[in-house]
């Protein structure tokens, strides 16, 4: 899915920040799953906000595992180069733009800070082969993807979720969307203004 730009829902993204970085505290591993990161503005929106909101000690242990089905076979280069056009940077944060891009060499493009690229890693991955690219993720988010699934794929991938989160770890949807109520009793909505989710253990 290739439709995103930095910053894109700020608000879930400050609600990320005030639910889990509290909960990954003191952890030596800090895992995030970006399901859906098309060419790499989201995940490194979400680098960026947990750099600013953890120690630099704790941000050595964070990582976030980005995916993408990616038919054009081009985000996984655009996500490691970490450059981006300087018209695609319009909506960051003038603060965070100063203090995480640096021009790039080539005219009107800027490419992320090696302390935020190299959070970022790659892989092809599709979601409806529900298979988890791992287990243990403090954080899933999966934005603008899940509405274009059928309303049954729908659930079983977001099952496929609960099973990758650790126990209390949290899920990020798109607001526009709803969470199946086959699937409902699996989470915790962490607020009514967003829609940020915690696992709940117990029967799928």
Not at 42 to 67: C, D, H, K, V, W
Not at 122 to 131: C, G, I, V
Request: positive net charge.
């Amino acid at each position: 899915m290739a439709f995103t730009y930095f910053f894109r829902d700020m608000h879930t993204l400050e609600l990320i920040v005030k639910y889990v970085v509290p909960y990954v505290a003191g952890r030596s591993k800090i895992r995030v799953w970006d399901a859906g990161c098309a060419m790499g503005p989201e995940p490194y929106s979400l680098a960026i906000m947990f750099a600013e909101s953890m120690g630099q000690f704790a941000f050595r242990n964070f990582r976030i595992e980005a995916t993408d089905l990616d038919v054009s076979n081009s985000f996984g280069k655009i996500i490691s180069e970490g450059a981006y056009k300087e018209e695609e940077l319009k909506r960051i944060p003038q603060e965070y733009f100063n203090k995480y891009f640096r021009p790039d060499g080539t005219i009107g493009y800027f490419r992320v800070v090696d302390k935020i690229r190299n959070k970022v890693i790659y892989k092809r991955h599709d979601l409806l082969s529900l298979q988890t690219v791992g287990y243990g993720f403090s954080l899933i988010v999966c934005k603008n993807v899940l509405l274009h699934f059928q309303a049954a794929e729908r659930v079983e991938v977001i099952r496929m979720f609960h099973a990758a989160l650790a126990p209390g770890g949290y899920f990020a949807m798109e607001q526009t969307q709803k969470m199946p109520e086959e699937v409902s009793h699996l989470f915790e909505q962490m607020t009514s203004g967003g829609h940020l989710f915690r696992k709940i253990e117990g029967p799928r």
